[in-house]
């Protein structure tokens, strides 16, 4: 997948994203151009930042692809570089978005050994870890089409488990 094809994913995920915060209120800025480090800086009732990711293949392969970092320059990536708070994970049709603090999820990662390991994305750019969705859904809220009156609520909880965590 070419790089240009890439972000044009990723900012389809952060679209969808935004949408669903700023239905209940929250300001939501974009990183394109200024950090690496996260996607999203959400601000209003409660701030944070958070990263997402778009995972165009899940829907059709059942599993969920967790980036942990960049076999070509060493560096870590996804999962391991992120400053994030939040994670968001985005599945593509029918589009359903998960949010889980991203200290849980480096958790269930170091602990949870996944079923397979692969390279992907532009010029092979992308060490993945891969979980049936099934087994690592535990560790995620639902958050596309929860009620707005809950959503805040959910994400108060979310960001006590990542203070809670790490």
């Known amino acids: 997948m070419s790089f240009k094809r890439s972000l044009d994913i990723g900012n389809k995920g952060q679209q969808i994203v ?6 209940v209120g929250l300001t939501v800025s974009s990183s394109v151009g200024k950090v690496t480090e996260w996607d999203l800086k959400v601000e209003g009732d409660i701030s944070f ?23 070509n320059s060493g560096k870590a990536s996804g999962l391991t570089a992120t400053t994030a708070h939040l994670w968001f994970h985005v599945f593509h049709n029918p589009s359903e978005v998960w949010a889980t603090s991203v200290s849980r999820l480096l958790d269930y990662c170091t602990k949870t050994k996944p079923f397979k390991e692969v390279i992907g994305g532009d ?19 639902v958050v596309s089409g929860i009620e707005q009156g809950k959503l805040v609520g959910v994400l108060h909880d979310l960001l006590h488990s990542s203070n809670s965590n790490g």
């Open 18 to 23: 935004t949408r669903i915060l700023e239905s």
């Open 49 to 71: 930042v958070c990263e997402v990711k778009y995972d165009l293949y899940a829907a059709r392969s059942g599993n969920v692809a967790i980036e942990i970092g960049n076999p």
């Open 123 to 141: 010029g092979g750019n992308s060490h993945m870890f891969l979980y049936r969705k099934d087994s690592i859904a535990d560790i995620f809220t």
